[in-house]
């Protein structure tokens, strides 16, 4: 089992910062991949940003460079800052790790962060 713990959201008002973060713990031997999703109400789960082992990172387009992903391989954790929030970010945002645990691979998820983005 592998377990992640997001923390961070919360309500800001547009134009404002948030930073989440989210520590995997459990037995794990290797992290490869580790990102943030986000799912506002009534729409499908979609893919904000993820970052490899290596540090290679990969953004969707409506980030625009207001967001950075980045990770603590000792600490199994990553984070996501987050600056010019519009209301359109408003969503719960979800961590997910992949890599190989004792017995196998992994692909886990965490129960999600809400994040509001309001006047």
């Known amino acids: 089992q592998v377990q992640l713990v997001e923390s961070g959201g919360g309500l800001v008002q547009p134009g404002g910062s948030l930073s989440l973060s989210c520590a995997a713990s459990g037995s794990i031997f290797r992290i490869n991949a580790m990102g943030w999703y986000r799912q506002a109400s009534g729409k499908q789960r979609e893919l904000v940003a993820t970052i490899t082992s290596g540090g290679s990172t990969d953004y969707a387009d409506f980030v625009e460079g207001r967001f950075a992903i980045s990770r603590d391989n000792a600490k199994n954790t990553v984070y996501l800052q987050m600056n010019s929030l519009k209301p359109e970010d408003t969503a719960v945002y979800y961590c997910?790790?992949?890599?190989?645990?004792?017995?196998?691979?992994?692909?886990?998820w965490g129960r999600g962060t809400q994040v509001t983005v309001s006047s």
């Open positions: 997910n790790a992949r890599g190989l645990r004792i017995g196998g691979q992994f692909n886990s």
